[in-house]
């Protein structure tokens, strides 16, 4: 039988993984795999995560949030694993899950994943780490790092607007400058920037235009000239997203960038604590391998 690692966080989202183990379990076992599981703590350190993966795995079935995927993508990068990932949508948001497709039912999304097919996405990479999904700074970006893991389980993607809101008073914009290939493409006062490699944060479609197998990465950038104008233009545009970008946010696609600031601003890659500036970022052209769940054919 063929292996498969289950990796799983018991206290992503609303703690359902623990009441699937079984189904995913026998679904696996009907299809001619073993599960071998890891319970995910991160108590443990990566050594131990990682300690018995290798490339005779077929591949690993990871039940969590985006924070998640993103440990363990950047655990297996660190140790030259080229093993398919498959994602169970178990965290708060799940919007790299959403990305690929995978359906929230777990049962249904394990017999979708092994009916699929495996892909080649790209990864971004700020100075030396991965994120699959989204890198952001600025308004908001440090909400999902500060909130208690039991209240964004309660309220799930709600939490972050209500706690952005008390955010607001006490704001002070970045001032930042970005450049290509040495070329200053921008500066400026900005309100928050993103780099997408998919397309949405919290469940809200931002970049509408990103393209996960495309070698490019796209940076927006939420200008901070007219706080109180811009925050409603941006709100207006994520009700009614349009072919168009509003002229209070700069869209720019590139391979490579990098990023200066005057001050020291947090930052967030996929709900994870990230590097400090100057940022140095690029996008890794298909260096992740994703088990793409089959789509559901249409009924007529």
Do not use: W
Request: glycine share 8%; hydrophobic share 35%.
């Amino acid at each position: 039988m063929k292996k498969v690692k289950l990796i799983y966080n018991p206290k992503s989202g609303d703690n359902r993984i623990l009441d699937s183990l079984d189904d995913i379990i026998a679904i696996y076992q009907r299809r001619g795999y073993t599960i071998i599981p890891f319970r995910l703590t991160f108590d443990y350190d990566d050594q131990e995560i990682a300690r018995d993966l290798d490339q005779t795995y077929d591949h690993i079935l990871l039940a969590g949030g985006d924070g998640t995927v993103n440990h363990i993508v950047n655990i297996m990068k660190s140790r030259g694993l080229d093993i398919p990932l498959a994602v169970l949508p178990t965290g708060t948001a799940n919007d790299f899950a959403k990305l690929m497709g995978v359906p929230t039912d777990i049962a249904t999304a394990c017999k979708r994943i092994l009916s699929g097919e495996i892909t080649a996405v790209d990864l971004g990479k700020v100075n030396d780490r991965y994120f699959v999904n989204v890198f952001s700074s600025g308004l908001f970006t440090d909400i999902s790092q500060r909130t208690p893991t039991a209240l964004k389980n309660t309220l799930g993607k709600l939490v972050y607007y209500m706690s952005g809101i008390g955010e607001l008073p006490n704001f002070r914009k970045m001032h930042i400058r970005v450049e290509e290939q040495g070329k200053e493409i921008f500066q400026g006062s900005a309100l928050m920037l993103f780099v997408f490699n998919g397309q949405t944060a919290g469940n809200l479609k931002i970049a509408y235009l990103s393209d996960e197998t495309d070698g490019l990465l796209d940076l927006l950038i939420v200008k901070g000239d007219h706080i109180v104008e811009t925050i409603r233009t941006v709100t207006a545009f994520l009700r009614r997203p349009s072919d168009h970008y509003p002229k209070d946010i700069v869209h720019l696609r590139s391979c490579r960038m990098q990023i200066f600031s005057d001050s020291s601003e947090t930052t967030d890659m996929d709900g994870e604590a990230g590097p400090s500036f100057p940022l140095h970022i690029t996008c890794e052209p298909k260096a992740l391998r994703v088990m793409r769940p089959k789509r559901e054919l249409s009924k007529k």
